[in-house]
């Protein structure tokens, strides 16, 4: 079974600094996603940012990139120029690329940041 | 704009009621999902559901059931709730369309508390 596990349950960064969350993943798949997830308290999930697994260029969405390592299974998000806004709980989640997909989630990593 | 609407954000019952937790997405997506998010366990999927009247379950199945009569429409159900349901509930849908990322869209959630 597929298995996602965030090694950090809380991390702090001050405002306009760079922070990293990691993300390590399980699976005997070649074809996947990976995604991270963004819940703030209002307790709406959104999608930050996807990566699939068969393209080796790491995905950016303006001050969010990943650093997708497919064969240590390692799937970190950087953070840049954080904001107050980014204050969040962060989940890594995995889907196989198949078509009714389900998403693993990992335990999450509470950010807040520091003015 | 993708919308995934739960019927209630928040829901009080007693020990021993039957429980329906009501989500409605509007994206036609085929895929349908119920997940419980507890603190410091992440999200773990309750059921899903791939199409019309199918089901299948999740990690953590036992005392819940679901149904999907209709696409939009995903049914969690409490047979006869228990205080280790108190817990926050998100449904989410995607779709099963290749190549669109399989990505999940999130209502914003039902905290149910049994007493």
């Known amino acids: 079974a597929q298995t996602v596990t965030q090694s950090q349950p809380e991390m702090s960064v001050q405002e306009a600094e760079t922070v990293t969350l990691s993300c390590t993943y399980d699976?005997?798949?070649?074809?996947?996603?990976l995604f991270w997830y963004k819940q703030p308290p209002s307790r709406q999930m959104i999608l930050v940012i996807r990566?699939?697994?068969?393209?080796?260029q790491n995905a950016t969405e303006n001050r969010f990139s990943v650093n997708f390592q497919k064969a240590a299974k390692s799937f970190s998000l950087k953070i840049s120029d954080s904001q107050l806004g980014d204050a969040a709980m962060y989940f890594c989640?995995?889907?196989?690329?198949?078509?009714?997909?389900?998403?693993?989630f990992g335990k999450g990593t509470k950010l807040t940041v520091n003015p | 704009d993708v919308k995934v609407t739960q019927s209630s954000r928040y829901l009080v019952k007693r020990t021993g009621e039957k429980v329906f937790l009501e989500c409605v997405q509007d994206?036609?997506?085929?895929?349908m999902f119920w997940y419980r998010q507890d603190p410091g366990l992440g999200l773990r999927l309750i059921y899903f559901?791939?199409?019309?009247?199918?089901?299948e379950k999740g990690d953590i199945p036992e005392g819940y059931s679901v149904s999907r009569e209709k696409k939009e429409r995903f049914s969690l159900i409490l047979e006869s709730a228990s205080t280790n349901q108190t817990s926050m509930y998100l449904c989410?849908?995607?779709?099963?369309?290749?190549?669109?990322?399989?990505?999940?869209?999130f209502g914003q959630g039902t905290r149910l508390t049994v007493v």
């Open positions: 699976t005997s798949e070649s074809d996947y996603y």
């Open positions: 994206m036609d997506h085929e895929n």
């Open positions: 989640a995995y889907s196989f690329m198949g078509g009714s997909e389900k998403l693993v």
């Open positions: 989410a849908s995607s779709t099963q369309q290749q190549g669109l990322g399989t990505e999940a869209f």
């Open positions: 990566q699939e697994a068969y393209k080796q």
């Open positions: 559901s791939y199409d019309v009247k199918m089901k």
